[in-house]
């Protein structure tokens, strides 16, 4: 048998142990939890407001806007705070380039507030 399709056996038979071992927990899991199905577990809920009458409320948008600015700037620091623990060993190149991904936050940051999506009324 050559390397490399020992190397995909060795993959397989961990692939199917994994997914054994998971079967397992989850049917272990079925096996010992109560079961009380009981009406108003299934009532939807959203946002800690109970639905009233049969009509769906949609959403407003600006949540949707503070959930995608709160990623925008997430991804931000994961981004700034490496480069700044070795920002000398990046040299001009690097300041540049990070200078770049800060002026292209701060046009995303700007154009929210004049949008005025920042607002919280």
Do not use: C, H
Not at 42 to 56: A, L, T
Not at 88 to 101: I, L, P, Q, R
């Amino acid at each position: 048998m050559s390397d490399l399709l020992r190397s995909y056996l060795t993959v397989g038979v961990f692939l199917g142990v994994a997914v054994a071992l998971v079967a397992a927990i989850l049917g272990l899991g079925r096996l010992i939890r109560p079961s009380r199905p009981q009406p108003d577990k299934y009532v939807n809920y959203e946002s800690g407001v109970d639905p009233v009458g049969s009509m769906w409320a949609q959403t407003q948008v600006r949540y949707y806007l503070f959930a995608l600015l709160f990623v925008l700037f997430d991804v931000e620091a994961v981004f700034v705070f490496p480069f700044a623990t070795r920002a000398e060993a990046y040299g001009w190149f690097g300041f540049v380039e990070m200078g770049v991904f800060i002026v292209v936050l701060a046009l995303g940051l700007l154009y929210a507030w004049k949008k005025k999506v920042l607002r919280w009324v």
